[in-house]
């Protein structure tokens, strides 16, 4: 695997326009792991904490704000796991305290996109759902 | 899943040959997954464009995660107004809710959709659906007619089957012929003798799903 050279201009300015909101979610969430039971495919892996909604969104977004942009490529490896393989952003997680989960993986999403980061359905493997 | 096609570079250029500053939009959803209008395949069609006389317009790119869910779009709402038009490479549904979003800026396809259908390979995709809203599988050994049956027959075979083929040509399986082997097979010739209601295809509109669980909450 390549190493990738990430435009952290582009990921702090793209991480800078929801700041507040983003901040105020991640601070905000308690790791009650109440999001885990609304996630389908948490349910469908043997509940694998790997799934859960809240770790997906720490380990991905949350990753982001922490270094700044500033990641290894397996940590680009781990968000790209965490933000497509684990997620179908199916909107359908829950939080009792109002974090707007899909929105967070979507930043993430798209933070990675601009990155030239986004799944390849061509590579000659299984889909990640198959395995 | 929906699968799609893009539509040939000519036709594609023939709409936006009259803008300047031209947006595409690739989408995560389905079209990405049959290679059709993915981020990647945003970048093939700017680099087709340019290569089809395109070479001095601004085409810039964006993939949302899907195009059908508003809350996407909303990504687009800062960058749009700064464009001439905008090309969508989601499905027909995408396309629209695009060109509903943004309805002051000319949207345009560059996919043709095809059909709901599964992957036999990678690039290899078979039509399975076609939504008619009145399911029939159950008596059909989980083979559709509507789509497979050249005549969307909801009862069959007609009289053109012809040694398992379709007589629109040798080539064609008929699909009345596979329901039936496959009943057979499985001990249910009895299901091909219910006979199933016509379709109403007559003055449909544009359907709308409810699911029960939110009837309350939409009822009007």
């Known amino acids: 695997m390549e190493n990738l050279e990430l435009d952290t201009t582009q990921v702090k300015k793209m991480l800078g326009k929801h700041k507040a909101k983003m901040k105020f979610y991640l601070g905000m969430c308690a790791h009650c792991s109440l999001c885990a039971e609304s996630c389908f495919l948490f349910n469908s892996h043997d509940n694998d904490p790997k799934y859960m909604p809240s770790y997906k969104f720490i380990n991905s977004l949350g990753t982001l704000y922490k270094k700044k942009g500033r990641i290894k490529q397996e940590t680009v490896e781990e968000i790209k796991a965490n933000i497509w393989e684990r997620c179908a952003l199916c909107t359908r997680c829950y939080c009792p305290f109002g974090i707007d989960i899909p929105s967070m993986i979507a930043l993430a999403r798209s933070i990675m996109r601009s990155q030239g980061v986004y799944p390849q359905y061509d590579e000659e493997k299984a889909h990640p759902l198959a395995e | 899943m929906v699968k799609g096609k893009r539509k040939p570079v000519e036709e594609i250029y023939s709409v936006i040959s009259k803008y300047s500053k031209i947006l595409i939009v690739g989408c995560g959803g389905c079209v990405s997954v049959c290679l059709a209008g993915g981020q990647k395949e945003v970048f093939e069609l700017i680099e087709d464009l340019k290569a089809s006389g395109g070479s001095a317009k601004q085409m810039d790119s964006y993939t949302v995660e899907r195009q059908c869910n508003m809350t996407f779009l909303a990504e687009l709402d800062d960058m749009a107004d700064a464009y001439d038009c905008i090309v969508s490479m989601a499905c027909g549904a995408g396309v629209q809710y695009l060109a509903e979003r943004f309805a002051n800026i000319p949207v345009f396809p ?36 509507v789509t497979k049956c050249a005549k ?56 709308t799903i409810v699911q029960d669980a939110y009837a309350e909450r939409y009822a009007k």
């Open chain 2, 110 to 145: 560059a996919i043709n959709t095809i059909a709901i259908g599964v992957d036999r390979e990678i690039g290899v995709y078979e039509e399975k659906c076609r939504a008619c809203g009145q399911c029939v599988l159950s008596y059909t050994g989980g083979i559709c007619p």
């Open chain 2, 152 to 207: 969307g027959l909801f009862n069959g075979p007609c009289g053109g089957t012809n040694s398992g083929m379709c007589e629109i040509n040798n080539q064609t399986p008929c699909a009345w012929h596979d329901i039936y082997t496959r009943l057979k097979d499985q001990g249910r010739l009895d299901d091909i003798l219910k006979i199933q209601a016509p379709m109403q295809w007559q003055n449909q509109v544009q359907r």
